[in-house]
């Protein structure tokens, strides 16, 4: 069976569009909620101050008999001058039972520490010292992260535009952005969803995830792109969207098994790999898969319109850069 993704253009432009309208939406929800104050929740690795997390004992007896309430952890942490901070209730990972705590809050010393997790035992139980964790990062630290990992995004998009510009030609180069574009928003976009709902956070990991998504994606996209150009040079008078349809059609296999593989050793980090890779996994996940769905239904129907429009015959869309490069 031969799949014409130029036929339904429209509808693939029309599911990404969505979703990326709803990652915008939540992006702006969450920098106008005074818990986060960014497009993303961001983890300590970013903005800087403490993260606590306490779990209950359970081998005492009654101390794990009822739910921790958050109403009244918010209460205590209130009374410590805290009210502001970020709590959540963590679920232990093996019995899913809700005897955890998470705050995220400003920089504390040792002392207030300890009076925060004294006045937190004597409403909700004792805690398992062996569990329990703390972590604190400066916000100088945070913000020279950030700014490493935005100016790494910037030079690898640049990077992507020379090399695809020298190796085909601009209007490949620009829709294979405009397709990490796509991925790296959707991504972003769904974590932001996960922020709101779930409490996810993004560290320095997403990040590296970003960077690791385009260069998935745009080598998915390479693929595609060459074999379109080849057969530009073999037929030049066949219509684009027929030429187009059966390159995408020819590396589809082999698209979909290279995602594959892939995502099964990421979901398999994901479900085993501990808590602190199961995000950067996740993002993956994420990634790569619409890396995919972008390369195959984004980046080349894109290219096809483009064609459409600005050429005035089949014979004139030859990449004759690419063709004098390769004599």
Sequence with gaps: MKLSINKSRSLWWTISSAIILAGIISMVISWQNPNIRAPLRPSLDFVGGTRLQFERDCTKPGNCDKPIDINVVREVAKEQGLGDSSIQIVADKNTRAENGISIRTKTLDREQRSKLQNALSEKIGTFDQQKNQFDSVGPTLGRELLTSGIIALIVSFAGIIIYLSFRFQLDYAVFAIVALLHDVLITAGIFSIFGLVLGTEVDSLFIVALLTITGFSV????????????????????????IVDDAVNQTLGRSINTTFTTLLSLFAIFLFGGETLKNFALALIIGFTVGAYSSIFVASTLLTWWRERTVQSPAESIDTSASSQDS
């Design 219 to 242: 080598n998915d996209t390479v693929v595609i792109y060459d074999r379109i150009r080849e057969t530009l040079q073999t037929n030049p008078h066949r219509q684009i969207a027929d």
